[in-house]
Protein backbone atom coordinates (compact mmCIF):
# COMPACT_ATOMS: atom_id res chain seq x y z
CA UNK A 1 0.00 0.00 0.00
CA UNK A 2 1.03 3.36 -1.09
CA UNK A 3 2.44 6.22 1.88
CA UNK A 4 0.94 9.23 1.77
CA UNK A 5 2.59 12.28 2.50
CA UNK A 6 1.44 15.81 3.09
CA UNK A 7 3.47 19.33 3.69
CA UNK A 8 3.12 22.38 5.52
CA UNK A 9 5.34 25.31 6.39
CA UNK A 10 6.57 23.65 9.49
CA UNK A 11 7.75 20.74 7.07
CA UNK A 12 7.16 16.96 5.98
CA UNK A 13 3.80 14.75 7.59
CA UNK A 14 2.76 11.20 7.57
CA UNK A 15 -0.68 10.73 7.01
CA UNK A 16 -1.65 7.84 9.24
CA UNK A 17 -3.15 4.68 7.41
CA UNK A 18 -6.78 4.63 9.11
CA UNK A 19 -7.24 8.45 7.66
CA UNK A 20 -7.14 7.08 3.93
CA UNK A 21 -10.91 5.55 3.60
CA UNK A 22 -12.10 8.64 1.30
CA UNK A 23 -15.54 6.58 0.67
CA UNK A 24 -16.51 6.82 4.80
CA UNK A 25 -15.34 10.28 5.06
CA UNK A 26 -16.85 12.10 2.08
CA UNK A 27 -13.70 13.39 0.93
CA UNK A 28 -13.58 15.41 4.00
CA UNK A 29 -9.91 15.72 5.74
CA UNK A 30 -10.92 13.67 8.92
CA UNK A 31 -7.31 11.82 8.81
CA UNK A 32 -4.78 12.19 11.06
CA UNK A 33 -0.56 13.02 9.94
CA UNK A 34 2.61 12.73 12.15
CA UNK A 35 5.45 15.33 11.49
CA UNK A 36 8.56 13.10 9.34
CA UNK A 37 11.58 13.93 11.44
CA UNK A 38 13.74 15.57 8.50
CA UNK A 39 15.70 18.66 7.57
CA UNK A 40 14.22 17.86 3.73
CA UNK A 41 13.02 21.26 2.36
CA UNK A 42 12.45 20.03 -1.26
CA UNK A 43 10.82 17.29 -2.46
CA UNK A 44 13.58 16.11 -4.12
CA UNK A 45 15.43 16.12 -0.54
CA UNK A 46 12.52 14.49 1.07
CA UNK A 47 12.34 11.23 -1.40
CA UNK A 48 16.44 11.01 -1.47
CA UNK A 49 15.94 10.98 2.76
CA UNK A 50 12.97 8.83 3.00
CA UNK A 51 15.23 5.70 3.72
CA UNK A 52 16.57 7.32 6.32
CA UNK A 53 13.40 9.32 7.77
CA UNK A 54 11.44 8.57 11.24
CA UNK A 55 8.43 9.94 12.03
CA UNK A 56 8.52 12.12 15.18
CA UNK A 57 7.06 9.56 17.81
CA UNK A 58 5.26 10.09 21.04
CA UNK A 59 7.01 7.76 22.67
CA UNK A 60 10.51 8.98 21.67
CA UNK A 61 11.18 6.13 20.17
CA UNK A 62 11.85 6.98 16.43
CA UNK A 63 9.76 4.79 13.73
CA UNK A 64 10.44 4.21 10.23
CA UNK A 65 8.03 6.16 7.56
CA UNK A 66 6.87 3.15 6.07
CA UNK A 67 6.04 1.56 8.90
CA UNK A 68 3.66 3.87 10.01
CA UNK A 69 1.22 2.11 10.16
CA UNK A 70 2.22 -0.22 13.18
CA UNK A 71 3.20 2.99 15.01
CA UNK A 72 0.53 3.22 16.95
CA UNK A 73 0.27 7.10 16.78
CA UNK A 74 -2.36 9.02 17.55
CA UNK A 75 -1.05 11.76 14.87
CA UNK A 76 -2.58 15.80 14.29
CA UNK A 77 -5.59 16.19 13.08
CA UNK A 78 -4.92 16.91 9.23
CA UNK A 79 -8.10 19.14 9.47
CA UNK A 80 -5.71 21.41 11.13
CA UNK A 81 -2.95 21.75 9.19
CA UNK A 82 -2.56 24.28 5.82
CA UNK A 83 -1.41 21.76 3.44
CA UNK A 84 0.65 23.30 1.08
CA UNK A 85 1.39 21.44 -2.64
CA UNK A 86 3.65 18.16 -1.67
CA UNK A 87 5.80 19.49 -5.17
CA UNK A 88 8.06 22.20 -4.54
CA UNK A 89 9.25 24.25 -7.10
CA UNK A 90 11.16 25.55 -8.70
CA UNK A 91 11.43 22.11 -10.67
CA UNK A 92 10.62 21.14 -14.40
CA UNK A 93 6.48 20.05 -14.87
CA UNK A 94 5.85 18.23 -18.17
CA UNK A 95 2.44 17.98 -19.27
CA UNK A 96 1.02 15.13 -21.68
CA UNK A 97 -1.35 16.60 -24.58
CA UNK A 98 -4.96 14.67 -25.66
CA UNK A 99 -3.13 11.42 -23.78
CA UNK A 100 -7.25 9.99 -22.97
CA UNK A 101 -9.54 8.91 -25.58
CA UNK A 102 -12.36 10.19 -24.50
CA UNK A 103 -10.68 13.68 -24.33
CA UNK A 104 -9.76 12.90 -28.09
CA UNK A 105 -13.06 12.42 -28.97
CA UNK A 106 -14.51 15.49 -27.11
CA UNK A 107 -11.23 17.62 -29.33
CA UNK A 108 -12.66 16.59 -32.34
CA UNK A 109 -9.58 13.69 -33.19
CA UNK A 110 -9.82 10.56 -35.20
CA UNK A 111 -7.16 8.42 -35.70
CA UNK A 112 -3.48 7.82 -34.39
CA UNK A 113 -2.92 10.65 -32.22
CA UNK A 114 0.65 11.17 -31.97
CA UNK A 115 2.05 11.66 -28.40
CA UNK A 116 2.73 15.39 -27.63
CA UNK A 117 4.37 17.04 -24.84
CA UNK A 118 4.37 20.61 -23.60
CA UNK A 119 5.78 22.85 -20.91
CA UNK A 120 4.22 24.29 -17.81
CA UNK A 121 6.06 26.93 -15.51
CA UNK A 122 6.78 25.96 -12.21
CA UNK A 123 5.75 29.20 -10.78
CA UNK A 124 2.08 27.78 -11.88
CA UNK A 125 2.13 24.87 -9.11
CA UNK A 126 -0.20 26.16 -6.20
CA UNK A 127 -1.21 24.00 -2.79
CA UNK A 128 -4.97 22.20 -2.72
CA UNK A 129 -6.78 24.62 -0.86
CA UNK A 130 -5.65 27.28 -2.53
CA UNK A 131 -7.42 29.51 -4.96
CA UNK A 132 -7.86 29.66 -8.40
CA UNK A 133 -7.32 33.26 -9.97
CA UNK A 134 -8.79 34.36 -13.28
CA UNK A 135 -6.14 37.08 -15.11
CA UNK A 136 -8.96 39.82 -16.09
CA UNK A 137 -8.11 38.99 -19.68
CA UNK A 138 -9.38 35.76 -19.61
CA UNK A 139 -12.60 34.75 -19.91
CA UNK A 140 -12.85 30.71 -20.80
CA UNK A 141 -11.15 29.28 -17.98
CA UNK A 142 -11.20 25.45 -18.06
CA UNK A 143 -10.42 22.96 -16.00
CA UNK A 144 -8.33 19.00 -16.59
CA UNK A 145 -7.44 16.89 -13.75
CA UNK A 146 -4.74 14.85 -14.37
CA UNK A 147 -2.88 12.51 -12.64
CA UNK A 148 0.95 13.54 -11.41
CA UNK A 149 4.23 11.14 -11.92
CA UNK A 150 6.72 13.04 -9.59
CA UNK A 151 10.06 11.54 -10.34
CA UNK A 152 12.53 10.26 -7.85
CA UNK A 153 15.55 9.50 -9.80
CA UNK A 154 17.27 10.94 -12.99
CA UNK A 155 15.58 9.96 -16.27
CA UNK A 156 18.83 10.70 -19.00
CA UNK A 157 18.28 11.11 -22.38
CA UNK A 158 17.95 8.04 -24.02
CA UNK A 159 16.52 6.08 -21.30
CA UNK A 160 14.21 3.61 -22.26
CA UNK A 161 11.52 2.80 -19.59
CA UNK A 162 9.62 -0.84 -19.51
CA UNK A 163 6.46 -0.97 -17.39
CA UNK A 164 8.76 -3.30 -14.78
CA UNK A 165 11.29 -0.13 -14.28
CA UNK A 166 8.75 2.34 -13.65
CA UNK A 167 9.63 1.72 -9.42
CA UNK A 168 12.99 3.11 -10.24
CA UNK A 169 11.84 6.50 -11.94
CA UNK A 170 8.95 7.27 -10.12
CA UNK A 171 8.66 7.50 -6.38
CA UNK A 172 5.17 8.61 -6.04
CA UNK A 173 1.93 10.22 -7.86
CA UNK A 174 0.10 13.51 -7.12
CA UNK A 175 -3.15 14.80 -8.29
CA UNK A 176 -2.97 18.01 -9.92
CA UNK A 177 -5.36 20.25 -11.97
CA UNK A 178 -4.43 21.80 -15.56
CA UNK A 179 -5.84 25.22 -15.53
CA UNK A 180 -6.24 26.73 -19.00
CA UNK A 181 -6.85 29.96 -20.30
CA UNK A 182 -8.49 28.61 -23.59
CA UNK A 183 -8.28 31.76 -25.67
CA UNK A 184 -4.70 31.97 -24.94
CA UNK A 185 -4.16 28.92 -26.03
CA UNK A 186 -6.13 28.49 -28.96
CA UNK A 187 -5.59 31.68 -30.45
CA UNK A 188 -2.10 32.21 -29.62
CA UNK A 189 -1.40 28.42 -30.30
CA UNK A 190 0.29 29.40 -27.22
CA UNK A 191 0.20 26.16 -24.77
CA UNK A 192 3.04 27.39 -22.49
CA UNK A 193 1.55 30.76 -21.53
CA UNK A 194 -2.19 29.38 -21.08
CA UNK A 195 -1.16 27.00 -18.63
CA UNK A 196 1.78 29.00 -17.02
CA UNK A 197 -0.42 32.03 -15.01
CA UNK A 198 -0.22 31.54 -11.18
CA UNK A 199 -2.59 29.58 -9.61
CA UNK A 200 -3.16 27.00 -13.38
CA UNK A 201 -1.26 23.86 -11.33
CA UNK A 202 -2.83 23.07 -7.98
CA UNK A 203 -0.85 19.91 -6.65
CA UNK A 204 -2.07 17.75 -3.93
CA UNK A 205 -3.10 17.32 -1.15
CA UNK A 206 -0.91 14.32 -1.09
CA UNK A 207 2.27 12.82 -2.68
CA UNK A 208 1.44 9.05 -2.51
CA UNK A 209 4.84 7.25 -2.81
CA UNK A 210 4.35 3.90 -3.75
CA UNK A 211 5.66 0.39 -2.87
CA UNK A 212 6.95 -0.98 -6.52
CA UNK A 213 4.23 -3.54 -6.41
CA UNK A 214 1.67 -0.50 -6.39
CA UNK A 215 2.49 0.18 -9.47
CA UNK A 216 0.85 -2.86 -11.15
CA UNK A 217 -3.07 -0.71 -9.86
CA UNK A 218 -2.32 2.35 -11.89
CA UNK A 219 -4.60 1.50 -14.69
CA UNK A 220 -7.46 1.34 -11.60
CA UNK A 221 -6.81 4.50 -10.52
CA UNK A 222 -10.33 6.61 -11.11
CA UNK A 223 -10.02 10.26 -12.00
CA UNK A 224 -12.88 12.44 -11.10
CA UNK A 225 -13.73 16.12 -11.02
CA UNK A 226 -16.76 18.46 -10.54
CA UNK A 227 -17.39 22.00 -10.39
CA UNK A 228 -19.95 23.20 -7.41
CA UNK A 229 -21.25 19.22 -6.94
CA UNK A 230 -21.54 18.98 -10.53
CA UNK A 231 -19.58 16.09 -11.96
CA UNK A 232 -17.79 16.98 -15.14
CA UNK A 233 -15.04 13.73 -15.78
CA UNK A 234 -14.76 10.61 -14.48
CA UNK A 235 -12.57 7.88 -15.93
CA UNK A 236 -10.03 5.56 -14.97
CA UNK A 237 -6.50 5.16 -16.48
CA UNK A 238 -7.49 2.34 -18.78
CA UNK A 239 -8.63 5.09 -20.79
CA UNK A 240 -5.08 6.52 -21.33
CA UNK A 241 -3.62 6.21 -24.78
CA UNK A 242 0.32 6.54 -23.72
CA UNK A 243 1.12 5.55 -20.63
CA UNK A 244 3.41 6.31 -17.83
CA UNK A 245 6.42 3.71 -19.43
CA UNK A 246 5.91 4.71 -22.57
CA UNK A 247 5.70 8.63 -21.76
CA UNK A 248 8.44 8.54 -19.91
CA UNK A 249 10.64 6.53 -22.56
CA UNK A 250 9.11 9.12 -25.67
CA UNK A 251 10.12 12.40 -23.34
CA UNK A 252 13.57 10.96 -22.52
CA UNK A 253 14.63 11.45 -26.18
CA UNK A 254 15.07 14.86 -25.87
CA UNK A 255 14.03 15.98 -22.17
CA UNK A 256 16.08 14.75 -19.15
CA UNK A 257 14.17 14.74 -15.95
CA UNK A 258 15.31 14.81 -12.26
CA UNK A 259 13.68 13.69 -8.63
CA UNK A 260 11.18 16.32 -7.63
CA UNK A 261 10.28 16.57 -11.17
CA UNK A 262 6.94 16.85 -12.44
CA UNK A 263 4.93 15.05 -15.44
CA UNK A 264 1.13 15.57 -16.13
CA UNK A 265 0.13 12.69 -17.88
CA UNK A 266 -3.16 13.94 -19.58
CA UNK A 267 -7.08 14.69 -18.54
CA UNK A 268 -10.41 12.57 -19.74
CA UNK A 269 -12.95 14.05 -21.35
CA UNK A 270 -15.90 16.56 -19.73
CA UNK A 271 -13.40 19.61 -19.74
CA UNK A 272 -15.50 22.95 -20.83
CA UNK A 273 -13.84 22.94 -24.13
CA UNK A 274 -15.28 20.81 -26.73
CA UNK A 275 -14.55 20.93 -30.42
CA UNK A 276 -17.34 22.22 -32.91
CA UNK A 277 -19.36 19.98 -34.82
CA UNK A 278 -17.77 18.73 -37.98
CA UNK A 279 -19.90 20.87 -40.39
CA UNK A 280 -19.17 23.86 -38.46
CA UNK A 281 -15.60 23.45 -38.17
CA UNK A 282 -15.03 22.46 -42.14
CA UNK A 283 -16.72 26.13 -42.64
CA UNK A 284 -14.69 27.41 -40.09
CA UNK A 285 -11.89 26.28 -41.97
CA UNK A 286 -12.96 28.86 -44.37
CA UNK A 287 -12.92 32.14 -42.56
CA UNK A 288 -9.87 34.51 -41.65
CA UNK A 289 -8.60 33.49 -38.20
CA UNK A 290 -9.96 36.35 -36.91
CA UNK A 291 -13.36 35.99 -37.76
CA UNK A 292 -13.15 32.13 -36.99
CA UNK A 293 -12.18 32.59 -33.69
CA UNK A 294 -14.56 35.25 -32.84
CA UNK A 295 -17.55 33.24 -34.16
CA UNK A 296 -16.02 30.13 -32.00
CA UNK A 297 -15.90 32.13 -28.99
CA UNK A 298 -19.21 33.77 -29.42
CA UNK A 299 -21.04 30.29 -29.22
CA UNK A 300 -18.80 29.54 -26.12
CA UNK A 301 -19.51 32.14 -24.32
CA UNK A 302 -22.89 30.04 -24.11
CA UNK A 303 -21.13 27.70 -22.24
CA UNK A 304 -21.79 27.60 -18.51
CA UNK A 305 -18.95 25.10 -17.82
CA UNK A 306 -15.98 27.08 -17.90
CA UNK A 307 -15.10 28.17 -14.70
CA UNK A 308 -16.02 31.57 -13.28
CA UNK A 309 -15.86 33.49 -9.64
CA UNK A 310 -17.15 31.38 -6.99
CA UNK A 311 -17.40 28.27 -8.20
CA UNK A 312 -15.41 25.40 -6.05
CA UNK A 313 -13.44 22.91 -8.17
CA UNK A 314 -13.21 19.36 -6.45
CA UNK A 315 -10.74 16.41 -7.32
CA UNK A 316 -10.00 12.90 -6.25
CA UNK A 317 -7.95 10.09 -7.65
CA UNK A 318 -8.18 6.38 -6.36
CA UNK A 319 -8.33 2.90 -6.78
CA UNK A 320 -11.73 1.32 -5.65
CA UNK A 321 -9.86 -0.82 -2.84
CA UNK A 322 -7.99 2.51 -1.50
CA UNK A 323 -4.94 0.74 -2.47
CA UNK A 324 -3.66 4.10 -3.66
CA UNK A 325 -5.41 7.12 -2.49
CA UNK A 326 -4.63 10.93 -3.49
CA UNK A 327 -6.82 12.30 -1.23
CA UNK A 328 -9.31 14.98 -1.94
CA UNK A 329 -8.00 18.64 -3.65
CA UNK A 330 -10.63 21.48 -2.92
CA UNK A 331 -9.90 24.73 -5.13
CA UNK A 332 -12.30 27.50 -5.14
CA UNK A 333 -12.07 30.14 -8.22
CA UNK A 334 -11.57 34.08 -8.10
CA UNK A 335 -11.65 36.74 -10.48
CA UNK A 336 -8.30 38.54 -10.31
CA UNK A 337 -8.58 41.61 -8.12
CA UNK A 338 -12.10 40.98 -7.30
CA UNK A 339 -13.59 41.27 -11.01
CA UNK A 340 -16.84 39.32 -11.23
CA UNK A 341 -18.51 38.49 -14.69
Not at 161 to 172: T, W
Not at 252 to 266: E, I, K, W, Y
Not at 305 to 319: C, N
Amino acid sequence: MSTNVLRTAEGWWVVLPQALDSAQTGGTPTGRAVRVDTKAVTTAELIADLPHARLRSRGGTPIAVREAALSGEVGTPVSELAVLSPVTTPCRVVAQMVNYRSHARDSGFTGDIPPAFFRKASGSVSGPAETIVRPTHVKFLDYEIELGLVMGAPLPIGTVVEEKDLPSYVAGLVITNDVSAREVQLTKTQFYESKSYPTFTPAGPYLALLEPEDFAHLLDLRLRLSVNGEPRQDRTLADMIVRPAQALTLLARFQTLDPGDLLLTGTPGGTALKAPPKPVEKIGALLPPSVKWKAFFKSQARNPHYLRHGDVVTASIATPDGRIDLGEQRTPVADAHGEQR
